[in-house]
Structure formats: C-alpha cells, structure tokens
T-cell receptor
Framework: EAQVTQNPRYLITVTGKKLTVTCSQN?????MSWYRQDPGLGLRQIYY???????DKGDVPEGYKVSRKEKRNFPLILESPSPNQTSLYFC??????????????FGSGTRLTVV | AQSVTQPDIHITVSEGASLELRCNYS??????LFWYVQSPGQGLQLLLK??????LVQGIKGFEAEFKRSQSSFNLRKPSVHWSDAAEYFC???????????FGKGTRLSVIA
C-alpha cells in the first residue's frame, strides 16, 4: 500500500531532550515536507526537501533540523525541544514539483508534547 | 505569492442537510486547487482536486467542488451530509513549476442529529 509512515504517533518528552520523528514513504516521491498544525493557525511548513541531499526552510524552521540521505526517509530532529514545540506534526510527500497537480500524501501525524 | 482563505472556522449542519464550505484563493495564474479532509486523530486525506478542464469536479465520499475563476473560489459541496463527515476540511492552492501548496486554516464541520 502506498503510504507515508510516521513514528511515533504520540510522544511526551522533557525540555531539552533531543528527539527524532521519523518519516518514510514507499512511493519513490522526490518531494517531502514537514508541517506542524496548531489550533487557529492551520498547517505551517517547517522544512521541505526537493530530493536527496536537498533541503530548505519553510515558514517556521526555528528549533528544527532535517536530513535527506535517502529518497524514502525524511526525519525531523528537535535538538533541544521546548514547550512551544508542542504540536501535531505531519510529514507529506509528492512525486514532483512541490505538489503540482498531484497534491500531497500525508502521514497519520505525530502528536508531540514537551513538558 | 498565493494565499487561501476559508472564511468559516466552524460550521454545524444537521445530518441529511446540504453542505457548502467556502474557499477563496489568490494566485496570479491558473491554480491547482485541492480539498483535504482530516478526521479526528487522522492525517489529511485528499478529497478532490482541480487543475484543468471541467470546473465541476467530483471527489470521494460524495463531495464535489466548483472552480469559479471570476470569484476566485473553489467551494466544496455535498448534497446530504452524514454523521461520519464530521471532520476538519482544508482547502489548498498550488501552481505550476516550483510552487508549494498553500493551505487555508481549515473549517471544522460538526454534524448534529
């Protein structure tokens, strides 16, 4: 089944403890992206990647890192999480053109709580 | 840069009633337009999309949307709402070339008996 898989689904952590949220897609998509979703603010893009070893900042990149060493994986790294990073995170992928006519396929989300 | 406005934050409809969710976009050329649905605890699922041709597009779960260039709108409709349609709905706009999708802030739909 074609899908984007995120892990974990739920995570509670403490301030300052490094964490990684994994994202993997099995559709051979070039484009991958991370969003956070907060009440009243909708979806905001954190980082995106056009292909392997090509990443760029989205609208809210502060406090996050990403890497794209393989086409299928696009992990989101929080080196020193803070409570304002408590949010619902989504990974998305697309065949090309940052969406274009295909739109995005989304993962099921990761609910992160930083205490 | 493109933008999307969903004027209604929250809508409540009765089961069996018709539904229309509004979406207005801003984009300098012919846009690609999408509606996504997010059920509680789930990711976003593509309902339908428009990129050319017939301005009335059909999607999954009995939804349809109409592209009106003159009004810069892409409203989502359903003739008879089911309780399972309760969810958050997002409109998104994209374009040709290196243009990312831009999402609206979403409309939450509640369905009452």
């Amino acid at each position: 089944e074609a899908q984007v898989t995120q892990n974990p689904r739920y995570l509670i952590t403490v301030t300052g403890k490094k964490l990684t949220v994994t994202c993997s897609q099995n559709m051979n998509h070039e484009y991958m992206s991370w969003y956070r979703q907060d009440p009243g603010l909708g979806l905001r893009q954190i980082y995106y990647s056009m292909n392997v070893e090509v990443t760029d900042k989205g609208d809210v990149p502060e406090g996050y890192k990403v890497s794209r060493k393989e086409k299928r994986n696009f992990p989101l790294i929080l080196e020193s999480p803070s409570p304002n990073q408590t949010s619902l995170y989504f990974c998305a992928s697309s065949p090309m053109d940052r969406g274009g006519i295909y739109g995005y396929t989304f993962g099921s989300g990761t609910r992160l709580t930083v205490v | 840069a493109q933008s999307v406005t969903q004027p209604d934050i929250h809508i409540t409809v009765s089961e069996g009633a018709s539904l229309e969710l509004r979406c207005n976009y801003s984009y300098g050329a012919t846009p690609y337009l999408f509606w996504y649905v997010q059920s509680p605890g789930q990711g976003l699922q593509l309902l339908l999309k428009y990129f050319s041709g017939d301005t009335l597009v059909q999607g999954i779960k009995g939804f349809e949307a109409e592209f009106k260039r003159s009004q810069s709108s892409f409203n989502l409709r359903k003739p008879s709402v089911h309780w399972s349609d309760a969810a958050e709905y997002f409109c998104a706009v994209g374009g040709r070339g290196n243009t990312p999708l831009v999402f609206g802030k979403g409309t939450r739909l509640s369905v009452i008996a």
